[in-house]
Each structure stands twice: as structure tokens, then as C-alpha cells.
């Protein structure tokens, strides 16, 4: 049990479609973040969250629109997205933003874009 | 611009001790970490080195050398749930954390 979870764990969706990602931490974490992860390629950062409000968005496409709405609630929103989009998206938690302290993560949503 | 290098791959046997390096470039220095990716699962937070020199923790030991932006993970008496891949971040001047790719430890009996 790491103390954040994910939901769905696994997705299919068509590029016409919409849904959404949810991500739960039960650590008392402040800041939390959306990541994607695609094959053999670096984690990238998404969206960053600090005591509930939106401090980075690292050049993400507008098909992808996050949401906190408390401190350990957080969600992704998917409209119209491209078979490209298909990825793990991690999200994660951390008792404050930019600092020394290690990241939680969740096991992630498996994303499959149709 | 900022990169990460860690091998793509690697396989050990059973029992043996591997190192997996990891070299950086970045806008600055505050931390690297080392984390355990198992497949289909979240990372896990292994290791963290922000001074110079060796951090020991059982099997599992991680090295860094600021001046040569330089780290290696070192897992000794390699047991088959080591398999996994193992990720390298530094976080930077910014404190944002710069990823590498991950290595895939592969062991074998």
C-alpha cells in the first residue's frame, strides 16, 4: 500500500471520447502531480499542485485539463485525445513542492488511445 | 539543455552484485534520487544523495560525485525480485526533477 491510488487502472478510449483520471493520497501530503510515462523514455512532469492550486504546466496539450479540488483529491480530464497520448499517467504526491523530500506514487492508470 | 544518462538494460545473475550508473547534466544540483519500478506498478523511492560519497542501505547502496555529475546504485546478493527498472532524477537549480529513462535490471538464476 503506498498511500496513493489510482483510478481506473487500466483505460481504452477513442479519440472522440471523454473521461477522467483520478488520483486519491492518504498521506497529508501538500502538493501533488500528474506525470506520464511512455516506453523507455524519461518521466514526464504534467501538472503540479501545491495546497490546492495549479503552480506548473509543463506545455501540456489543452485535451488534458487537471482538476484539485482539495488537497488530496486530484484529477485529470481527457477530451479528444490522439493515439500518441497513449502512456502510463502517474500521479503523485509529496508533503511539499520542490523540495528534498521523495515522491509517493500512485500504480498509475494505463491509458490506451483507439 | 538538461539530460539524464542510465543504461538501458542490463542483466545479473542471481546472487551477483550490479552497479547501474547514472550521469547528469542540469542547471544546478539540490538531490538525486534512485527509485524501483517494478512492471505495472508505481515507482519506490530508494535512495536519495545530495553529498558526496556512499548512502548504505542493506543490500542496496547509492554513490555520488558532484564534481563529476555522477551517481551509481549498487545492489548487492541480487535476488530475482530485484528485477525491475531502476530510475535515476536529479533535481535541479529549480528544484524540478529531471528523469532518466530508467534501467531494466534483468536477473537471472
Known amino acids: 500500500e503506498t498511500g496513493v491510488t489510482q483510478t481506473p487502472r487500466h483505460l481504452v478510449m477513442g479519440m472522440t471520447n471523454k473521461k477522467s483520471l483520478k488520483c486519491e493520497q492518504h498521506l497529508g501530503h501538500n502538493a501533488m502531480y500528474w506525470y506520464k510515462q511512455s516506453a523507455k523514455k524519461p518521466l514526464e512532469l504534467m501538472f503540479v499542485?501545491?495546497?490546492?492550486?495549479?503552480?506548473e504546466n509543463n506545455s501540456v496539450p489543452s485535451r488534458f485539463s487537471p482538476e484539485c479540488p482539495n488537497s488530496s483529491h486530484l484529477f485529470l480530464h481527457l477530451h479528444t485525445l490522439q493515439p500518441e497520448d497513449s502512456a502510463l499517467y502517474l500521479c503523485a504526491s509529496s508533503p511539499v513542492q520542490d523540495s528534498s523530500y521523495e515522491q509517493y506514487f500512485g500504480p498509475g492508470t494505463r491509458l490506451t488511445v483507439t | 539543455g538538461q539530460n539524464i544518462d542510465q543504461p538501458t538494460e542490463m542483466t545479473a545473475t542471481e546472487g551477483a552484485i550490479v552497479q547501474i550508473n547514472c550521469t547528469y547534466q542540469t542547471s544546478g544540483f539540490n538531490g538525486l534520487f534512485w527509485y524501483q519500478q517494478h512492471a505495472g506498478e508505481a515507482p519506490t523511492f530508494l535512495s536519495y544523495?545530495?553529498l558526496d560519497g556512499l548512502e548504505e542501505k542493506g543490500r542496496f547502496s547509492s554513490f555520488l560525485s558532484r564534481s563529476k555529475g555522477y551517481s551509481y546504485l549498487l545492489l548487492k546478493e541480487l535476488q530475482m525480485k530485484d528485477s525491475a527498472s531502476y530510475l535515476c532524477?536529479?533535481?535541479?537549480?529549480?528544484?524540478?526533477?529531471?528523469w532518466g529513462a530508467g534501467t531494466k535490471l534483468i536477473i537471472k538464476p
Open positions: 532524477a536529479v533535481r535541479d537549480s529549480n528544484y524540478q526533477l529531471i
Open positions: 499542485y501545491s495546497l490546492e492550486e495549479r503552480v
Open positions: 544523495n545530495v
